[in-house]
Structures are given as C-alpha cells and as structure tokens.
C-alpha cells in the first residue's frame, strides 16, 4: 500500500510538471520592450571622414538625439571605398541598436554598380530607419582661375579635353557621379583625380593642383564664402534655399539636370521593430525642431523625413536611378 501510494503521487507529480510546462512552452516570445532603449552609449558608424558633409550632418543629429534620449550618441568614422567599409562594419554590429549607420546615396544605392564586389547587401543587411537630408552640390573653381561663370568653364574645358581635371571624394561617390553626369550632358571631357575625402579634395584645388570639383554645399561654401572658391553653379534643379545667388546648371542650359545627394539612418537587419520605430520618432522630431533644422540650413543641408518602409523603397528607386548612370558612363573603381 505504502509503495503504491508512493507510485501514485509521483505519478501526480509528473502530471502537475506537464499541466504548468505546456502553457510555458506555447508562449509566444514578448516582443521587445523599447521603453528602457537607450540603456547605453549609442554609436553611429559614419563611413566619411571628418568635415564631409556626411560627417557634419551626422554631428549635428547625434548631438540632439542624445539630448533627447539620454544617453550619448558618439560618431564613429571608418572612411574608405566610397563609404562602403563604414556600411560593411555596421552590417555585421549586433541587431541590438547600439550600433547605428548614417550612410549617403554611394554606400547605398551606386557603389554595387562601382565596386566588383561589396561585403553587404544595402537591402538586405539594414533595418533603414529614415531619411534625415539632402545635400545639393556646388560646381567651384579656384578663384585664382578667373572663372566666373559656368559658360567661362565649359568653353575653356571643350577647347582641351581632357586637360582639366575635376577632383572628387572618392571613386563612385557622388561627387563622382554628379560630374559625370555633367560630362554626359554638357559635352565636356575632365580627368578625375579621386582623393579620400572633401578636405584633401579642397586643399589641392584650393592650391592649384586640381581644377574643379562638385561636391556638397556643406563642405565648399565655407571656402567661396572666404573667397578660395568660386561657385559656379548648383547641381539641383531649383536654386538652393542657402545659397540663393548661385544659378542652377538647368537655367545655364544644361535642360533638366537635377541632382544631389541624401542622408539617412539605419541600423543592422534584424534589430527589433519597437526600436526602429523609436528611433524614427526621435529622429523625426529632432528634425522638426526649429533650431536643428536652421543648423542644418545653415550647413547648405536641406531637411528629408520619412517612415522606414518609405527609406527603403527610395534605396531601390534610387539604385535603379543610379545604376543606369553607371552603365551609361562607365564609371568604375580605379
């Protein structure tokens, strides 16, 4: 009797283990809580080097989430291919939101076309989470040239092909990409001198070295405001709001071009939805405050906004926009 009743209970036992188990096991995971996020420092990867426009605007924004959010954003540079290794060592960080990426339109949407072979898929590796800005560029010149209209620049570049030479931030960036579309369009032929970044780029041309560049108004106004540079003309199809005396290549008779660059944050595939979702808020609200948005302007940076889903369909818009140029122009990494 003794020993059945032993048998029974731990029959009983069992049973009980199963009966509070079975509804444990079917439990669907919680899904993750953002309210505690950030916990910790935040990195942002940046893959330009200081005073590129990339970096500047990536200062700025960091500064005010980490105001609003509590904890510090710090900017991380890992410069080189184009953007490509900084977008490359955020793709393989942790899906956890701590380590974030603010990338431009090469890393994105030109450098596959550019590249024989990048270590990151730009739609499949990044959670994007927004758009944040957008970057028209300035045609200039050294003032010491004594050109001082575009037409002054194209006929002394049609009188020489191949003569002048035209410096940028890097093979298949868009500094790159804007000036040979220029080429293309206005039957000019210019040697690219590629540098690693806008600082070097402006340095030689401001010395003599090179003859031109088009890059970011955030990085070459400073120089045609202390008179180094002369800007000739704005890549944007409309004037820009910074910069309103400058004319744009389409009313110089270049019909229709209109381009630039753009911005934005994204995080590695895979971090969890309610951080996305956090971070876009904040973004979005850090660009809706006045006084980041006169910062920005005040840069030569126009402000963009976007969901997440919105970012990623203008990736592919926008790699489709850019590989077609690619192909036409034939601009590879030397």
Same mark, same amino acid.
């Given at each position: 009797?003794?020993?059945?009743?032993?048998?029974?209970?731990?029959?009983?036992? $069992?049973?009980?283990?199963? $009966?509070?188990? +079975? @509804?444990?096991?079917?439990?669907? *995971?919680?899904?993750?809580? #953002?309210?505690?996020?950030?916990?910790? @420092?935040?990195? %942002?990867?940046?893959?330009? *080097? @200081?005073?590129?426009?990339?970096?500047?605007?990536?200062?700025?924004?960091?500064?005010?989430?980490?105001?609003?959010?509590?904890?510090?954003?710090? $900017?991380e540079n890992r410069a080189g291919q184009g953007g490509s290794i900084g977008a490359a060592a955020a793709a393989k960080a942790p899906a956890d939101g701590y380590t974030l990426l603010i990338s431009a339109t090469a890393p994105l949407a030109t450098n596959l076309f550019v590249y024989p072979k990048l270590s990151y898929d730009p739609l499949r590796d990044f959670a994007p989470i927004g758009l944040h800005s957008w970057l028209p560029f300035a045609l200039v010149v050294n003032s010491n040239s004594k050109i001082n209209s575009f037409e002054e620049f194209q006929s002394r570049v049609k009188a020489d092909p191949g003569k002048y030479t035209f410096a940028t931030i890097g093979n298949g960036t868009t500094s790159h990409l804007v000036m040979a579309m220029l080429m293309q369009r206005a039957g000019m032929n210019?040697? =690219?001198?590629?540098?690693?970044?806008?600082?070097? #780029?402006?340095?030689?041309? %401001?010395?003599?070295?090179?003859?031109?560049?088009?890059?970011?108004?955030?990085?070459?106004?400073? =120089?045609?405001?202390?008179?180094?540079?002369?800007?000739?003309?704005?890549?944007?199809?409309? +004037?820009?709001?910074?910069?309103?005396? %400058? @004319?744009?290549? =389409?009313e110089l008779g270049v019909a229709g071009f209109d381009a630039g660059a753009w911005l934005g944050m994204l995080a590695p595939a895979g971090t969890p939805r309610p951080i996305i979702d956090k971070l876009n808020r904040e973004l979005n609200a850090v660009l809706d405050e006045p006084q980041t948005q006169a910062k920005l302007l005040s840069l030569g940076s126009e402000v963009l906004k976007s969901s997440p889903e919105a970012f990623a369909a203008h990736i592919k818009a926008e790699q489709d926009k850019w590989g077609k140029l690619v192909r036409e122009t034939g601009v590879k990494a030397d």
């Open positions: 009797m003794k020993t059945g009743f032993a048998a029974f209970f731990r029959l009983l036992c $069992v049973l009980a283990m199963l $009966v509070v188990a +079975r @509804p444990l096991s079917a439990q669907t *995971p919680a899904a993750p809580n #953002a309210s505690d996020y950030p916990s910790r @420092p935040v990195t %942002i990867v940046v893959g330009f *080097p @200081p005073g590129t426009a990339t970096d500047t605007v990536g200062r700025v924004l960091a500064e005010r989430l980490a105001a609003r959010m509590g904890k510090p954003f710090l $900017v210019l040697t =690219h001198v590629a540098y690693k970044g806008s600082a070097q #780029a402006q340095t030689d041309l %401001i010395g003599g070295q090179v003859d031109a560049t088009f890059d970011t108004m955030v990085s070459v106004m400073p =120089h045609v405001k202390s008179g180094k540079l002369t800007a000739l003309a704005v890549s944007t199809k409309s +004037r820009s709001k910074y910069a309103p005396d %400058i @004319p744009t290549l =389409h």
